[in-house]
T-cell receptor
Framework: AQSVTQLDSQVPVFEEAPVELRCNYS??????LFWYVQYPNQGLQLLLK??????LVKSINGFEAEFNKSQTSFHLRKPSVHISDTAEYFCAVSDPSGYSTLTFGKGTMLLVSP | KAGVTQTPRYLIKTRGQQVTLSCSPISGHRSVSWYQQTPGQGLQFLFE???????NKGNFPGRFSGRQFSNSRSEMNVSTLELGDSALYLC?????????????FGPGTRLTVL
């Protein structure tokens, strides 16, 4: 069985400040890792994913995450946030074998203020 | 390409009733997954369908069921509704393998059980 822990339920930051949203996972097998973002009254959108290869993955809007196998972490970072980044962020894992779907963390609400 | 559509967007039912939610995946996608999102439990996987067959099922009671049609459209049904079934139900489609192919989420159906 897999599980995902997002340690912070809410992260308040000021605009243009850096931010890190933490994600740790537990699994007895190798995993694929994902970050999804949910804006109010909308479904989830994929931000970035790690399947294999380079452990540092980047999104088109400035977010990046690094897979750390020894620490079983996949923290999300952005060097400078915008008001429009205010949303809920979900970390998720899946099992590469079979047809496993996503196991999500409880989410982190990123609140960006001016 | 049109995104994932879910109907209806909002639904109010009373305890004991049953409800059917519909999901139309992105054209060409054959895998459809369903998730329940609540403030307390977060996002939980319900089931996944591929080519009209249920390939994977989450830990939900038998009151929750689903099906997929030959055009990949999917429905989920909840019978004998309970107050705790109030949630946002999200549908996600992917090309074939939900653990690796990007899952695209619909906006969800907000179910309120009174």
């Amino acid at each position: 069985a897999q599980s995902v822990t997002q340690l912070d339920s809410q992260v308040p930051v000021f605009e243009e400040a850096p931010v890190e949203l933490r994600c740790n996972y537990s699994s007895s097998v190798s995993v694929y890792l994902f970050w999804y973002v949910q804006y109010p009254n909308q479904g989830l959108q994929l931000l970035l994913k790690y399947l294999s290869g380079s452990t540092l993955v980047k999104s088109i809007n400035g977010f990046e995450a690094e897979f750390n196998k020894s620490q079983t972490s996949f923290h999300l970072r952005k060097p400078s946030v915008h008001i429009s980044d205010t949303a809920e962020y979900f970390c998720a894992v899946s099992d590469p074998s079979g047809y496993s779907t996503l196991t999500f963390g409880k989410g982190t609400m990123l609140l960006v203020s001016p | 390409k049109a995104g994932v559509t879910q109907t209806p967007r909002y639904l109010i039912k009373t305890r004991g009733q049953q409800v059917t939610l519909s999901c139309s995946p992105i054209s060409g996608h054959r895998s459809v997954s369903w998730y329940q999102q609540t403030p307390g439990q977060g996002l939980q996987f319900l089931f996944e369908y591929f080519s009209e067959t249920q390939r994977n099922k989450g830990n939900f009671p038998g009151r929750f069921s689903g099906r997929q049609f030959s055009n990949s459209r999917s429905e989920m049904n909840v019978s004998t509704l309970e107050l705790g079934d109030s949630a946002l139900y999200l549908c996600a489609s992917s090309a074939e393998i939900p653990s690796t192919d990007t899952q695209y989420f619909g906006p969800g159906t907000r179910l309120t059980v009174l």
